[in-house]
């Protein structure tokens, strides 16, 4: 677990029984982990958008590109963010994007195989977007 605010020490000599004063995120060291996977890939995808595009059967390299920025913009927002659930979810909501896309891809395209590859793999990293969006929006509601 990650420490999201300092522990302030308690006036006199007592333990104090009010609430807490150290938060934990369930799922942060997953967020974190996500977060410098989304910058990798949007990398490789803003670095080599014709390599991938080809790879993963989508045809066009430009779109691509686009979505690498989009991923490297959520890899820096989970990792600047204290609180990165939204970023999470972004990521996510980008991932409906790629799926519809690789979804397109893999009835259009001609290389089927590395869409529909691509497709699993992708449905693969949405299924563990969504759980840490997840756990880090049960955390936060049990903070309010």
């Known amino acids: 677990m990650v420490r999201i605010s300092a522990p302030t020490e308690t006036a006199g000599k007592a333990p104090s029984h009010s609430r807490p004063d150290v938060r934990y995120l369930p799922g942060i060291k997953v967020a974190r982990a996500l977060g410098w996977f989304s910058i990798g890939l949007g990398l490789a995808e803003l670095l ?24 490297i913009v ?5 990792l600047r963010s204290s609180q990165p659930t939204g970023w999470l979810w972004a990521r996510t909501a980008g991932d409906v994007l790629d799926i519809a896309t690789l979804a397109s891809a893999s009835s259009t395209s001609r290389n089927r195989g590395g869409a529909m590859a691509s497709l699993a793999a992708v449905a693969g990293v ?13 955390a936060a509601a049990l903070e309010d």
């Not at 949405?126 to 049960?138: G, K, Q």
């Open 48 to 71: 080599k958008p014709r390599d991938l595009a080809r790879a993963t059967g989508v045809d066009d390299a430009t779109l691509v590109g686009i979505y690498g920025i989009r991923e």
């Open 74 to 78: 959520c890899g820096i927002g989970i």
């Open 126 to 138: 949405t299924a563990v977007d969504v759980m840490c969006a997840m756990r880090l929006s049960a």
